[in-house]
């Protein structure tokens, strides 16, 4: 129990079990690094110790004992956390009354006997990709505190990249669990669209929001979305299916499965380093063949669109009323979005469902596709360009590029890291509702030391 | 379209939606704009069938 830093929240529920080690002691092991680590890496906007503490007293007693028995884990600050206004990043929701109730997925984890220690920092209304925040400054990428955590759950990815906990939890509407996956070198788990309840989390884009966990193992992804799946009236957009456990197969290779790697839109505007991580893993898979996701550039320019209208018109009143209030880098994109003729958007969402039909025919005949999770390793913060096959473009819109076109149509994703001077992720795809494939390949990667969540130096 | 039409459309916009955009956003909100609808022209560009159905599906 030397170094509690490091460790999987697997490894920590099996001790606390054993009682080789008291909750508490594991929590105020984590309270401590928070305090150490926080003031440099600003993961944390919120810190529940006394309510973690009488959670872990409470575990120890036997009460609330479950798989996930005695694991500090945090939150992206969108989801509720009572007691917490629920400020999503911005200024403006911190005069909201503070939440009534937790989140349903932070109830369910702790139900699992986790405990939670705190909410994390992320970019303004989840608008963004960098990680970096006018209010409450950037959270920072642990491998490297000069460079972004990747956005918008950056603070999801600081945190357990930076062993403050093993577990948090994000939100990806366009890429915001893969991108700080990939920025902090983490595994990332964004599942099918509906497959987990965002009841109590506040909201970008309904139409395209996804929850899910990032941790430092891909048995942690599966431990947690285990305990977080289930149909939740309160959530319209959560299809009604039962809990499809992913752990008990977790270990059963890649024998059978085939599996291709994304060409064409894939396959460029990538920096040398995404370009090797996706050679490596597809080497690592024998992965001869390759498949064109059809339209993809056009994909993301629709997926664009709709999350810059919808998030228009959720934000409406207050850029009417207080638009000097938000992070200028957000409040000018909404206001642009609120500008959309809604013919076009429209357009965007019967094209969705094409896009859908078309990609789902590709697993008729593959299994799993890679795909880089974003161009590059983790741009400098405050970095505003970068120039990707010889064009200068701006990192805030395009860190996202390759993994919009997936988020669109909701399929799930596992983002597996590779290591390096920096880490960068793949993006392992797979069909609607196989969240077990996904994480059986990358649990491969995993077990064959091709993936790894590297630890800062 | 050209600036002064983008210029103008923005202006009409605002006034519709009731947003007040202070000079030093324009140049930001208008360059969002552009890219907005440069997104809007590439989707609206894909042929599709009159019968095709948008993604979201409503149950009563």
């Known amino acids: 129990m030397s170094d509690t830093a490091w460790m999987t929240a697997s490894e920590i529920a099996a001790a606390v079990a054993a009682k080789k080690v008291s909750a508490r002691a594991v929590v105020e092991a984590a309270l401590a690094r928070i305090a150490d680590r926080n003031p440099v890496l600003n993961a944390f906007t919120d810190i529940t110790a006394a309510r973690a503490l009488a959670r872990a007293d409470e575990v120890d007693a036997g009460r609330g004992s479950g798989p996930l028995a005695g694991v500090p884990f945090a939150v992206k600050n969108l989801f509720d956390v009572e007691g917490l206004p629920t400020r999503a990043g911005s200024a403006i929701n911190r005069e909201r009354a503070p939440a009534a109730r937790d989140a349903a997925l932070v109830r369910r984890l702790e139900e699992a006997g986790a405990i939670l220690v705190g909410a994390l920092n992320m970019g303004e209304y989840a608008y963004d990709f960098t990680g970096e925040n006018r209010h409450d400054g950037p959270s920072r990428n642990p491998h490297d505190t000069t460079r972004m955590s990747g956005g918008s759950s950056g603070g999801s990815g600081s945190a357990v990249a930076g062993g403050l906990v093993p577990l948090a939890l994000g939100s990806d509407t366009n890429g915001s669990i893969r991108v700080p996956a990939s920025l902090c070198g983490l595994f990332g788990l964004k599942p099918t669209f509906g497959r987990l309840p965002r009841t109590g989390s506040f909201p970008f884009v309904s139409s395209l929001d996804h929850l899910g966990p990032l941790a430092r193992s891909v048995g942690d992804l599966a431990l947690s979305y285990d305990a977080m799946q289930g149909p939740d009236e309160e959530d319209p957009m959560c299809a009604d299916r039962p809990s499809v456990p992913v752990l008990p197969g977790l270990e059963q290779g890649i024998a059978g499965l085939r599996i291709a790697r994304a060409g064409g839109y894939f396959r460029t505007n990538l920096m040398p380093e995404s370009a090797a991580a996706v050679e490596k893993v597809a080497a690592a898979l024998g992965v001869a063949r390759e498949v064109e996701l059809p339209e993809a550039a056009r994909a993301r320019a629709a997926a664009f669109l709709i999350t810059t209208t919808e998030a228009a018109a959720l934000h409406l009143e207050r850029l009417r009323a207080r638009a000097g209030d938000f992070d200028p880098d957000v409040r000018d994109r909404l206001i642009a979005g609120a500008m959309v003729p809604a013919a076009m958007v429209g357009r965007a969402q019967k094209f969705r469902r094409w896009y859908r039909d078309a990609v789902l025919r590709l697993f008729g005949e593959v299994d799993a596709i890679l795909a880089p999770a974003t161009p590059s390793s983790a741009p400098l913060l405050g970095q505003k360009t970068f120039v990707l096959d010889g064009v200068e473009l701006p990192v805030r819109a395009n860190l996202g590029i390759f993994t919009q076109p997936i988020s669109f149509i909701g399929l799930p994703v596992v983002a597996v890291p590779v290591a390096g001077a920096l880490p960068v992720a793949v993006q392992v795809i797979t069909a609607p509702w196989r969240e077990d494939v996904a994480l059986r390949i990358a649990r491969h990667l995993e077990a064959t030391g091709v993936a790894l969540a590297q630890r800062p130096a | ?60």
């Open chain 2, 1 to 60: 379209m050209t600036e002064a039409e983008l210029e103008a459309y923005m202006d009409a916009s605002a006034a519709v939606l009731g947003i007040a955009i202070a000079p030093e956003w324009r140049d930001a909100v208008r360059a969002n704009l552009a890219l907005s609808l440069r997104m809007a022209a590439t989707v609206a560009a894909f042929p599709l069938e009159d019968e095709a159905e948008p993604a979201p599906v409503f149950t009563p």
